[in-house]
């Protein structure tokens, strides 16, 4: 992109609300979630890709040369953060989701080779460019659903050479790639030991110097708590920060064991008891929770009301996929996560912003509208910000801007 494609600054006026998270910390917990500043009949100045003001109509005195986006019937937010997505693979599994629909489970399809190692097959055989060109029209489907930052994770390559691939592909389309070298065990290997000796051998030296983390599945048919213990420690060791896939199906230890490890986030939770709740409320650790997965899946939706209510850190993500959560809408997650988690608009708002933002140790600089912050913003189509969650799956998002320039327009 060259200079003159991005506006030095961009006036985004007349806009219904401008609205962000209040406060300046994060992880935000308890009561602190839900609090929100709103600001009717507002403007939003954006200087060389940083916010700059954020204010009302009434007080504008901006002056010099400046591009204007005509805010009018709009609601600002700050740009949305997927923490946990799995956006990188090839294939899709149409036929799996009807086995699901007809009473097929997740598990059982999983232990039959099917499931995650069906990706790995396609996705091994996509190549570069396959893989590439998948990130891109994935990006552009999480652009349109107001998504400006994503997390996306490697796991369906399995082989050094896909893993890496995988993780280049996400960083070079725009990404933060997490190596999720430990998602399953490729069929090359009889157990997953031997893979894990494999992976961490041949994939993690490389593998840490294009990731930013690293993520396991512990999950009983995946890897077991002493196994992901053993790939966590390995790499953290090399360098990464640390994520598990934890609690989705069964409780096998994985929020002690990210506490232990000061793992970044524990993600799923659909499982998670009194105890993990607990635990997890005591912890730095954040609860990264994906009501899609739960909802596709048939699955109990994971305690977000008694995590928040205890004091735990939670965000919410897509965590898109082609199995659980074939979805990229996190407007769609704040909606699920209202009606079905407990939780208010206000705090679902907090948790795709700025409790995403730091799972991705991203919360200094993205998740809101403050000067100084990314000028990252979603533009809502709506006189509410509230329409986000409100409007169930409906066509909220009007524009996106990114780094202070228009970047797609409904
Ligand atoms: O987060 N549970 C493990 N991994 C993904 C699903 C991956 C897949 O089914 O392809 C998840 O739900
Ligand atoms: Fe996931």
Redesign the pocket.
């Known amino acids: 992109m060259s200079s003159t494609d991005s506006p030095s600054r961009l006036l985004v006026r007349d806009l219904g609300q401008a609205v962000t998270p209040a406060g300046a910390e994060s992880p935000l917990r308890g009561a602190d979630l839900g609090r929100v500043d709103v600001i009717e009949d507002a403007y939003v100045l954006c200087e060389a890709g940083r916010i700059a003001e954020v204010g009302r109509m009434a007080e504008l005195g901006v002056e010099g040369e400046v591009e204007e986006l005509d805010g009018r019937g709009l609601c600002a937010l700050p740009g949305l953060v997927d923490c946990?997505t799995?956006a990188c693979?090839a294939g899709d599994?149409a036929g799996e989701f009807e086995l699901r629909a007809r009473g097929a489970s997740?598990e059982e399809l999983?232990a039959a080779g099917g499931?995650?190692l069906s990706?790995v097959e396609a996705t091994r055989a996509a190549g570069e460019d396959g893989l590439r060109g998948a990130v891109r029209r994935h990006r552009e489907w999480m652009l349109h659903a107001g998504t400006t930052t994503f997390e996306a994770k490697s796991?369906?390559g399995l082989d050094c050479e896909t893993e890496l691939t995988s993780l280049r592909a996400i960083r070079d389309e725009g990404g933060i790639p997490t190596w999720l070298g430990a998602?399953a065990v490729p069929p090359e290997f009889d157990t997953a030991d031997a893979y894990l000796d494999f992976a961490l051998a041949e994939v993690l030296p490389d593998a840490a110097h294009i990731a930013e983390a690293a993520d396991v599945?512990l999950?009983r048919g995946?890897f077991d708590r002493d196994q992901a213990k053993r790939y966590l420690e390995a790499c953290r060791e090399a360098g990464l920060a640390l994520r598990l896939?934890g609690d989705?199906f069964s409780e096998q230890g994985a929020i002690p064991l990210a506490v232990e490890l000061g793992a970044r986030s524990v993600?799923?939770l659909e499982a998670t008891g009194d105890d993990g709740v607990r635990v997890l409320a005591d912890s730095d650790v954040v609860g990264v929770l994906?009501p899609v997965?739960a909802l596709v899946l048939g699955r109990p939706m994971p305690p977000a009301r008694a995590l928040v209510d205890a004091g735990a850190a939670v965000a919410l993500a897509t965590?898109f996929?082609?199995?659980?959560?074939f979805c990229e809408s996190l407007p769609l997650v704040t909606s699920l996560a209202c009606t079905q988690l407990g939780l208010s608009p206000g705090e679902a708002l907090g948790a795709v912003t700025v409790n995403a933002a730091h799972v991705l140790g991203r919360a200094d600089r993205i998740g809101r509208l403050e000067p100084g912050y990314d000028a990252d913003l979603v533009l809502l189509d709506a006189p509410d910000w509230r329409h986000l969650a409100y409007h169930v799956s409906g066509e909220v998002v009007s524009a996106v801007v990114r780094s202070g320039r228009l970047e797609w327009r409904r």
């Open positions: 946990h799995h693979f599994r997740y999983h499931g995650i990706t796991g369906y998602h599945f999950e995946a896939h989705q993600d799923h994906l997965a965590d996929n082609p199995g659980s959560a």
